[in-house]
């Protein structure tokens, strides 16, 4: 009797381990975009690319100056070039009164859970400015939640970048 009893309590641990664990909710979206803009303001291009999945891949449509160009990067493209803007950014440091050259603001725009919480669609608007150059982006993101780390799998969307008017 008390082997039965250990085997369901283990099944019961198990069941709310594995299904539990891979549930995403609205709280776990807003947590990963809170600690993502977190990030970025301290520029810990490491902590940006721990938040996506390992197959992540983001396609990009950009438009400057009147061009249009096309990008798909798997996870270390991304990372390599998030990386690379991030330590560029770094290097400009923050102003006399503390605060970065770059005003970088995002919003969540509409999040839609996946019936039975196996994934979340987000659509953002991100706006970013350094002195002479004003980017603006529209995302649309797949995330999912597995073994209790919520993760971004898919980005798609559009950026427009020009000269801060």
């Known amino acids: 009797m008390r082997m039965l009893l ?5 099944l019961s ?7 539990g664990g891979n549930r995403i909710s609205q709280v776990h979206v807003e947590s990963l975009y809170a600690a993502s803009q977190q990030a970025f303001h301290s520029l810990d291009h ?3 690319c721990a938040m ?3 197959d992540f891949e983001q396609r990009l ?4 100056g009147g061009q249009r160009s096309y990008e798909t990067l798997g996870k270390q493209d991304y990372c390599e070039a998030q990386e690379e803007i991030l330590g560029a950014l770094r290097q400009l440091g923050p102003l006399p009164n503390g605060r970065r050259l770059v005003d970088h603001r995002y919003t ?3 999040i ?3 019936p039975g919480g196996r994934s979340a669609t987000v659509e953002t608007r991100a706006t970013s400015a350094i002195p002479g150059i004003h980017s603006t982006e529209r995302s649309t993101d797949t995330l999912v939640r597995r073994r209790w ?17």
């Open 61 to 64: 449509t950009l438009h400057v």
């Open 52 to 54: 996506l999945d390992r």
């Open 46 to 48: 490491e902590a940006l």
């Open 13 to 19: 641990v198990a069941g709310v381990y594995f299904l």
């Open 112 to 114: 839609s859970i996946a």
């Open 108 to 110: 969540l725009t509409r």
């Open 6 to 10: 250990l085997l369901l309590a283990l």
């Open 149 to 165: 780390k919520t993760r971004v799998v898919r980005s798609e969307g559009t950026a427009w970048v020009g000269p801060a008017g």
